[in-house]
Antibody, heavy 121, light 107 residues
């Protein structure tokens, strides 16, 4: 069965960076991309961007351009999301999700369990 | 960016039908996807491509999309359906967007 297992909770100071991992299993990793979605406490879902596990192409949300980098390691079927220059409003649960990309549009069919990132001085 | 508008809350009695709307400019020309999120859990895809259900999702969940409104319909609502529901589209500006979410309360 498809599983996405994320790394554990992080506490960071403002200005620092965080890197979250997402290990995939149960499917051919390079056949799908991975999106990252975050959810601030009590708020809705915010798409951060996507990376192709096939060729490493990326598509970042304009709001986060310049602060976020997404990468993959196909040898371990793991995706990574690094966010830099952290601010208090980056405090959120961060999810990875397998992404269907087709002519009918993109959607997220399997999700990781989420990683809480807390930014606090 | 493309704006998706959902009602903040919908309430329904058990056994009745819940309808959750997602409004957007000419949304009928886009494919709409729906997610269910229960407290403390990751979202789960319940409808994709307007009206298709992933395996394991009950037939009680259905979707439609026309004009400026997409709708998620949950028939014979159960207590376990109480959750937040989000609609989602792929925007022509090459970004994936979510509606603000609707809290479904089962009375």
């Amino acid at each position: 069965q498809v599983q996405l297992v994320q790394s554990g909770a992080e506490v960071k100071k403002p200005g620092a960076s965080v890197k979250v991992s997402c290990k995939a299993s149960g499917y051919t990793f390079t056949s799908y991309g991975i999106s990252w979605v975050r959810q601030a406490p009590g708020q809705g879902l915010e798409w951060m961007g996507w990376i192709s596990a096939y060729n490493g192409n990326t598509n970042y949300a304009q709001k986060l351009q310049g602060r976020v980098t997404m990468t993959t390691d196909t040898s371990t079927s793991t995706a990574y999301m690094e966010l830099r220059s952290l601010r208090s409003d980056d405090t959120a649960v961060y999810y990875c999700a397998r992404t269907h990309t087709g002519s009918s549009g993109w959607y997220l069919d399997y999700w990781g369990q989420g990683t809480l990132v807390t930014v606090s001085s | 960016s493309y704006v998706l508008t959902q009602p903040p809350s919908v309430s329904v009695a058990p056994g009745q039908t819940a309808r959750i709307t997602c409004g957007g400019n000419n949304i009928g020309s886009k494919s709409v996807h729906w997610y269910q999120q229960k407290p403390g859990q990751a979202p789960v895809l319940v409808v994709y491509d307007d009206s298709d259900r992933p395996s394991g999702i009950p037939e009680r969940f259905s979707g439609s999309n026309s004009g400026n409104t997409a709708t998620l319909t949950i028939s014979r609502v159960e207590a376990g359906d109480e959750a937040d529901y989000y609609c989602q589209v792929w925007d022509s500006s090459s970004e994936l967007g979510f509606g603000g979410g609707t809290k479904l309360t089962v009375l």
